[in-house]
T-cell receptor, first 116, second 118 residues
């Protein structure tokens, strides 16, 4: 089974609107972390936001928030007030606490296009 | 002041050649990684080293050989390059996950090396 699933290969959003990028995960480890990364067309991977499995509150970082629904094993990224510079690939990733290999599992990514 | 650096940034070479990509991090991390990103943008883990010891070695042709001379460096050597090796190769680093719980420390990525095999 896939550890991280991103079901939206591409998404479009109007500038200044909010958009939700979906991510579901699969683990039996009670301790894990969820991460979102942004990859603009220039190619670099930029860390956006982190959510720990024991965190009681949803993570927020500026215009980014993570809608963490533990029972549903989902960790959707919400971008509010979209800007043209948000157009990029977005990757969801997970790291398991018991994984001594320190491996990060990545989804296949969602390409977001912000329309002016 | 770059946290994770890779050289070269671009690499164009002929099939059959041998090439190396170097990676260095100045973040004091003890774990380093190599990823391959194909044309469909899928990120595939190749190797991971923790304190110079190989801990992840995914199904990768043995033409690929990582070398970690110290905790701050993880180089990737590729023998007999093939057309299918064309991709972007990312180096990354992180702290080891804490045993008592997941570390919130993310991976930090290098800028990538764009390899084109002709």
């Amino acid at each position: 089974a896939q550890k991280i699933t991103q079901t939206q290969p591409g998404m479009f959003v109007q500038e200044k609107e909010a958009v939700t990028l979906d991510c579901t995960y699969d683990t039996s480890d009670p301790s894990y972390g969820l991460f979102w990364y942004k990859q603009p067309s220039s190619g670099e991977m930029i860390f956006l936001i982190y959510q720990g499995s024991y965190d009681q509150q949803n993570a927020t970082e500026g215009r980014y928030s993570l809608n963490f629904q533990k029972a549903r094993k989902s960790a959707n990224l919400v971008i509010s007030a979209s800007q043209l510079g948000d157009s990029a690939m977005y990757f969801c990733a997970m790291r398991e606490g018991s994984n001594t290999g320190n491996q990060f599992y990545f989804g296949t990514g969602t390409s977001l296009t912000v329309i002016p | 002041d770059t946290a994770v650096s890779q050289t070269p940034k671009y690499l164009v070479t002929q099939m059959g050649n041998d090439k190396s990509i170097k990676c260095e991090q100045n973040l004091g991390h003890d774990t380093m990684y190599w990823y391959k990103q194909d044309s469909k943008k899928f990120l595939k883990i190749m190797f991971s080293y923790n304190n110079k010891e190989l801990i992840i070695n995914e199904t990768v042709p043995n033409r690929f050989s990582p070398k970690s001379p110290d905790k701050a460096h993880l180089n990737l050597h590729i023998n007999s390059l093939e057309l299918g090796d064309s991709a972007v190769y990312f180096c990354a680093s992180s702290h080891t996950a804490r045993l008592e719980g997941i570390s919130g420390e993310t991976q930090y990525f290098g800028p990538g090396t764009r390899l084109l095999v002709l």
